[in-house]
């Protein structure tokens, strides 16, 4: 491609290049406009019809860019998981970790990771038995002679053959065996294994934090001249109250850190260490109440205490009752109110959304602005407000009815008026496209009123090159 390479990726980008242009470009088989395609195309708007094309291209970075997309349909990854490719087939089996910006229940069906867990290409098969998404009993059925046997029969495993790995991995000479038996946490370690644990440098880090202390050995530990030892100990689950008192006093920060993170603490305890935050300090999530066995009344607890980071955490769990939304909007703290509204857009009051929308400048308004949850009623306020930056912020959503884009195409701001005007008229567009200026042009392909015939245009000056192969 010439100096015109900016094409490609302009109408890919478009989210009104129309389907039979796509499938033309698909169709073209050439490797930067098919890759473009793939890497620039909005997700959602990827036509069925196009991206079967795509699945067919000789060229592998085409195939694999489909394998990332979030809009690739199970079916046709199926389909893609026989590809003569193995890098096609190792993105298959790693697609959870390679699909941007998107969340899924299942990225592949059943039927594709069986057929990959047979591979003949050891990493994928590999990949298959360490894939979240995978199903335990395709791991089970296909762990033998895997290397990973002891720790798929240890996670997966009826609760006979997960003892036993459990056991073998406790007394491995392999200390990540050691380590994955110590963390994973499905079984206790044995009272006899706990010494050996500690006094290996190898595993005493993370048996500190998991293996079930004596009052003695815990003692010892938070005496430990080693700060992130006593850290980790803070966060045992044996630990005693008392001794998490203790070490909520420590003079070392990041043991106090590692108190106020502690599973399960006593709301007393919290409240009574819990340090100001200020509004715009960044503060990282409290995990276990996240990520870990807390449930919604154990969060709503957590919600109401004097900690900062606690109730930032809450405010991002998705499970939240409707009396601990309605207080953490009233919360104090401004972080709090704006990482409830991200979470909960549909489910906050109208006047913090309003409150949101006018104080926080950050990229996740747009991020809100595209959320279903968002209230169409709080759209509609945006797009009569007299604050242009809200008028701006609703023209933006992308979900105006007809009638609110004619009343915005009548905005005093012109510049405003004509990014929502659907018969924005064609030769603003054409100036652009004829100004020599990449960024005019490239900013004129991109916009979802470019007239289609000047789509068309722009087109047949790269089609030349689009040649099969």
Aim: hydrophobic share 45%; glycine share 4%.
């Amino acid at each position: 491609m010439t100096d015109d390479s900016w094409i490609a990726r302009a109408l890919s980008a478009n989210p009104s290049t129309p389907a039979d242009l796509l499938l033309t470009m698909a169709n073209s088989q050439d490797r930067s406009i098919t890759v473009a395609l793939c890497h620039d195309r909005p997700q959602g708007l990827m036509p069925a019809e196009v991206a079967a094309v795509l699945a067919g291209s000789p060229h592998v970075p085409v195939r694999t860019g489909l394998v990332v997309r979030g809009d690739t349909s199970l079916q046709l990854i199926a389909e893609l998981a026989h590809d003569p490719a193995a890098r096609v087939r190792l993105f298959i089996a790693m697609r959870p970790y390679v699909v941007e910006g998107v969340a899924f229940d299942r990225y592949a069906i059943d039927e594709t990771y069986e057929l990959l867990a047979r591979d003949p290409e050891p990493k994928i098969r590999s990949e298959v038995l360490i894939n979240r998404d995978v199903p335990g009993s395709i791991k089970l059925a296909n762990a033998a002679g895997s290397g990973h046997e002891d720790w798929i029969l240890l996670r997966h495993g009826d609760e006979e053959q997960s003892l036993a790995a459990f056991l073998r991995l406790l007394s491995a000479a392999d200390p990540a065996d050691r380590k994955a038996a110590v963390t994973e946490g499905r079984h206790q370690v044995p009272a006899e294994f706990v010494a050996a644990l500690l006094a290996d440098p190898q595993t005493r880090f993370d048996a500190v934090r998991h293996c079930p202390l004596t009052p003695e050995q815990a003692d010892e530990l938070a005496r430990d001249a080693d700060p992130t030892i006593r850290a980790r100990l803070a966060g045992n689950p044996s630990t005693s109250d008392d001794l998490v008192r203790e070490l909520a006093l420590d003079s070392d920060e990041g043991v106090r850190r590692a108190v106020l993170h502690r599973p399960f603490i006593p709301i007393d305890l919290l409240d009574s260490i819990a340090e100001p935050v200020a509004p715009e300090q960044r503060t990282n999530p409290v995990y276990w109440m996240l990520d870990g066995p807390a449930d919604a009344a154990t969060v709503a607890a957590y919600a109401r205490s004097r900690s900062v980071i606690h109730r930032r955490t809450a405010a991002n769990y998705r499970g939240l009752t409707a009396e601990s939304v309605a207080e953490l909007a009233e919360d104090e703290d401004f972080a709090v109110r704006l990482m409830l509204t991200e979470r909960n857009p549909g489910r906050v009051p109208l006047s913090l959304l309003a409150e949101i929308f006018r104080e926080w400048r950050g990229w996740t308004i747009h991020w809100m602005l595209r959320n279903p949850e968002l209230p169409l009623a709080f759209l509609d306020q945006l797009v009569r407000s007299d604050d242009p930056q809200q008028r701006w912020y609703a023209a933006q959503s992308g979900r105006l009815t007809a009638e609110q884009r004619a009343l915005l195409a009548e905005d005093p701001d012109p510049a405003l008026a004509a990014y929502v005007d659907p018969a924005r008229p064609a030769r603003e567009l054409e100036q652009l496209l004829a100004s020599g200026d990449p960024d005019d042009l490239r900013k004129a392909a991109r916009h979802p009123d470019v007239p289609v015939e000047v789509m068309w245009e722009l087109w047949h000056r790269i089609a030349p090159a689009a040649q099969p192969g």
